[in-house]
């Protein structure tokens, strides 16, 4: 491919620069005597200059020129490494839904960032990878990394709320503040002023900020591994929500005796059946906690009439669930014999 040498002087300069970054596909060759003078005949296959040429033309005589700096060269490409329990917790954790056959086909041509851990790293190589150019069998992969990202997220941000709590908890400790009064009178609760802060940055109402304080307080504590579960990218977010949900109302030795035995299979299972499992193993141990509270219950049972207005009157009965159970299909059947109508008396002729 040729280009014939009819441009100014500048353009010459360009021409010979994008034909030597071109390693010599381009040859710079005077116009044939057919041609007329000062025309450029361009090249029937265009080639794209690299991005920097113009750059580079800009500033080629001056010694003092400024340096250009892309967004790839302000990236921090020394990243901390994975501390040694990060690094356990990943290998305990890894690929918990994946069985030996399955591992063993993508370990022979899976991409690398289909085996790392969730982290800057992963995220890094997501970042530039193209799902357009992915075979189905790879979306399902890069879908499942995206996941386990999602997370690792997840687990930074209960962690950075709880330990945010606790400072301030701590904070107020030392320092504790004059009562303050709100504009209705009451009391300003601080706990609630620390999810106001938090609730301000994420655009979140107080209430629903409690509520995920509560959660990750929960998950730093006595469900711990839960979390590193969630860290790791083995559960999602949901599923570490529900074990937190069912564990909350347990002593921390019976949550963490639930949260060991669903941990087991919570990777593999659906939120139904996670939802089920945990049903299950917190009735085991509230149990006898149940069964106090049922004796309790049948001490306080009542029956007593309540009066209403204009001539009427209701029954109150408290009692056990088979009991008020009986009471309702007799009270039931009385009402469908009194809407029966009354036979008309026979007569007879004599």
Same mark, same amino acid.
């Given at each position: 491919?040729?280009?014939?040498?009819?441009?100014?002087?500048?353009?010459?300069?360009l021409?010979?620069?994008? *034909?030597?970054? #071109? &390693?010599?596909?381009? @040859?710079?060759?005077?116009?044939?005597?057919s041609?007329p +003078?000062? !025309?450029?005949f /361009?090249?029937?296959?265009?080639?794209?200059?690299?991005?920097?040429?113009?750059?580079?033309l800009?500033?080629?005589?001056?010694?003092?020129?400024?340096?250009?700096?892309?967004?790839?060269?302000?990236?921090?490409?020394?990243?901390?490494?994975?501390?040694?329990?990060?690094?356990?917790?990943?290998?305990?954790?890894?690929?918990?839904?994946?069985?030996?056959?399955?591992?063993?086909?993508?370990?022979?041509?899976?991409?690398?960032?289909?085996?790392?851990?969730?982290?800057?790293?992963?995220?890094?190589?997501?970042?530039?990878?193209?799902?357009?150019?992915?075979?189905?069998?790879?979306?399902?992969?890069?879908?499942?990394?995206?996941?386990?990202?999602?997370?690792?997220?997840? *687990?930074?941000? #209960? &962690?950075?709320?709880? @330990?945010?709590f606790?400072?301030?908890?701590?904070?107020? +400790?030392? !320092?504790?503040? /004059?009562?303050?009064?709100?504009?209705?009178g009451?009391?300003?609760?601080?706990?609630r002023?620390?999810?106001a802060?938090?609730?301000?940055?994420?655009?979140?109402?107080?209430n629903?900020?409690?509520?995920?304080?509560?959660?990750?307080?929960?998950?730093?504590?006595?469900?711990?591994?839960?979390?590193?579960?969630?860290?790791?990218?083995?559960?999602?977010w949901?599923?570490?929500?529900a074990?937190s949900?069912?564990?909350?109302?347990?002593?921390?030795e019976?949550?963490k005796?639930?949260?060991?035995?669903?941990?087991?299979?919570?990777?593999?299972?659906?939120?139904?059946?996670?939802?089920?499992?945990?049903?299950?193993?917190?009735?085991?141990h509230?149990?006898?906690?149940? *069964?106090?509270g049922?004796?309790?219950?049948?001490?306080?049972?009542?029956?007593?009439?309540?009066?209403?207005?204009?001539g009427?009157?209701?029954?109150?009965?408290?009692?056990?669930a088979?009991?008020?159970?009986?009471?309702?299909?007799?009270?039931?059947?009385?009402?469908?014999?009194?809407?029966?109508?009354?036979?008309?008396?026979?007569?007879?002729?004599?």
């Amino acid at each position: 491919m040729t280009i014939h040498s009819a441009c100014a002087p500048d353009e010459q300069m360009l021409a010979g620069s994008f *034909a030597r970054r #071109a &390693g010599g596909r381009f @040859t710079l060759v005077p116009p044939p005597d057919s041609r007329p +003078a000062g !025309t450029f005949f /361009p090249p029937s296959e265009p080639y794209q200059p690299p991005d920097d040429v113009y750059d580079n033309l800009l500033y080629a005589d001056d010694p003092e020129a400024p340096t250009v700096f892309s967004e790839e060269d302000v990236y921090d490409d020394d990243l901390p490494p994975m501390s040694a329990v990060d690094q356990l917790e990943w290998e305990l954790w890894a690929s918990a839904d994946q069985d030996e056959a399955e591992l063993f086909m993508l370990r022979q041509s899976a991409p690398a960032w289909v085996f790392l851990p969730p982290g800057g790293d992963l995220a890094a190589a997501l970042e530039e990878t193209r799902p357009q150019c992915l075979s189905p069998m790879a979306l399902i992969e890069y879908i499942k990394a995206t996941s386990r990202l999602a997370s690792w997220a997840e *687990a930074m941000k #209960a &962690g950075a709320m709880a @330990t945010f709590f606790r400072q301030r908890k701590a904070q107020e +400790a030392e !320092t504790p503040r /004059p009562e303050v009064i709100d504009s209705s009178g009451r009391p300003v609760d601080p706990e609630r002023s620390w999810a106001a802060e938090i609730g301000a940055a994420l655009h979140l109402s107080t209430n629903t900020v409690a509520q995920h304080i509560e959660t990750a307080l929960h998950l730093t504590g006595p469900v711990a591994a839960t979390l590193t579960a969630l860290r790791t990218g083995a559960i999602s977010w949901s599923k570490a929500l529900a074990i937190s949900e069912a564990t909350r109302g347990l002593s921390d030795e019976d949550a963490k005796s639930v949260e060991t035995h669903v941990l087991r299979r919570a990777a593999s299972q659906t939120n139904a059946n996670l939802r089920r499992s945990l049903r299950t193993q917190v009735a085991k141990h509230q149990a006898s906690a149940e *069964a106090d509270g049922h004796r309790n219950a049948v001490r306080e049972r009542t029956c007593k009439i309540v009066p209403l207005p204009n001539g009427m009157a209701g029954l109150w009965i408290v009692h056990t669930a088979d009991q008020i159970q009986q009471m309702w299909v007799a009270i039931q059947a009385s009402s469908d014999l009194a809407k029966r109508p009354t036979p008309a008396p026979t007569t007879t002729s004599p």
